[in-house]
């Protein structure tokens, strides 16, 4: 399985990869692995936006562009914790929730099974 990180101008490609998944894992009767990767990936995305954001007062000033209030951005951003805690964080999937990903074209292999599956 083919997983690509997020690399700025690089999103169509991984967003094309999660198409192609959705297509090889439709012959899975099992649902709840799918959700799992599903959420693994998003998971993946929010840890590769903080290290992107780098340093805390920019991380603070992003949060709060994404609608966090300025003392639970600065809490957040100043908790010393690890990318991949915080990307894991109610701040983060407050910030960045699952309807923002479907907006910006990030495809569910889970949503995609399930069309795939009322279609045929």
Request: net charge positive; charged share 20%.
């Amino acid at each position: 399985m083919l997983l690509w990180v997020y690399l700025p101008g690089h999103w169509p490609g991984f967003f094309m990869c999660a198409r192609a998944e959705a297509s090889y894992f439709k012959l899975s009767q099992s649902k709840h692995p799918l959700e799992e990767l599903d959420g693994w990936v998003r998971h993946k995305l929010r840890c590769a936006i903080w290290r992107q954001w780098k340093q805390p007062p920019t991380r603070v000033r992003n949060l709060m562009r994404l609608g966090l209030s300025e003392e639970r951005a600065r809490k957040s951003a100043f908790n010393g914790r690890g990318p991949w805690w915080n990307s894991g964080a109610q701040h983060m999937n407050h910030a960045l929730p699952k309807k923002l990903w479907g907006r910006l074209g990030l495809v569910s292999i889970l949503d995609t099974i399930n069309r795939l599956s009322r279609m045929t």
